[in-house]
């Protein structure tokens, strides 16, 4: 639990403008949610309180104890959070499509990026959107541990797993903060 506690503390944190984030995405009622790494929870309980009743939120992690949390935040009031355990770049099967997929500070993580968001593209709707946020390279701490992609490789990789971006938002000091769409003109 003191894991989830302090993910939950610093997603929260000031600094890291969680406000800002949930205020700057285009989330409504009734919306489809799919966080990739959910982590503590904490974008969860915000984003299943948006998309309220009709809206569904799906957080997948491979961390059990990260996946248990969020059930039992379902099972205790906010019925619309699923949590579910996955392997590494592994896409769930989901009962619907959905019209965000959600990443923070997790996409260094991944493997394999260009077809683990081709594999994204089945999942998400028309008009669905990704949204990657990510540590980039300027800071030597995030250099030296590998925990960061530069800006440019997102786009690159996303372009070439089908999106396009369509919003580059300077809100974060030392993250990207990127929006994609599919792009409707590759066959």
């Not at 939950?8 to 944190?13: G, T």
């Not at 984003?47 to 059930?71: A, M």
């Not at 499509?97 to 493997?111: I, P, T």
């Not at 530069?150 to 919003?167: C, D, M, N, S, Y």
Request: net charge positive.
């Amino acid at each position: 639990m003191k894991r989830i506690e302090r993910y939950n503390k610093m997603a929260s944190a000031p600094k890291n403008k969680s406000k800002e984030i949930i205020n700057t995405l285009p989330i409504k009622k009734g919306d489809k949610i799919l966080e990739i790494g959910a982590g503590g929870g904490y974008y969860a309980k915000i984003f299943s309180k948006i998309v309220g009743e009709k809206g569904n939120y799906y957080g997948i992690d491979t961390n059990k104890v990260f996946i248990e949390n969020l059930n039992t935040i379902g099972k205790s009031g906010l019925k619309n959070i699923t949590g579910i355990n996955t392997l590494p770049n592994e896409i769930p099967d989901l009962p619907e499509k959905v019209d965000f997929v959600f990443s923070r500070n997790v996409y260094h993580h991944l493997e394999n990026r260009i077809d683990y968001f081709r594999k994204i593209s089945d999942i998400i709707t028309i008009k669905g959107k990704i949204i990657i946020i990510d540590y980039n390279e300027k800071l030597s701490l995030f250099r030296l541990s590998g925990h960061y992609t530069p800006k440019v490789l997102i786009i690159k990789e996303l372009e070439e797993a089908g999106f396009l971006v369509t919003q580059d938002l300077g809100l974060l000091n030392n993250q990207s903060f990127l929006i994609f769409e599919k792009n409707k003109n590759r066959a």
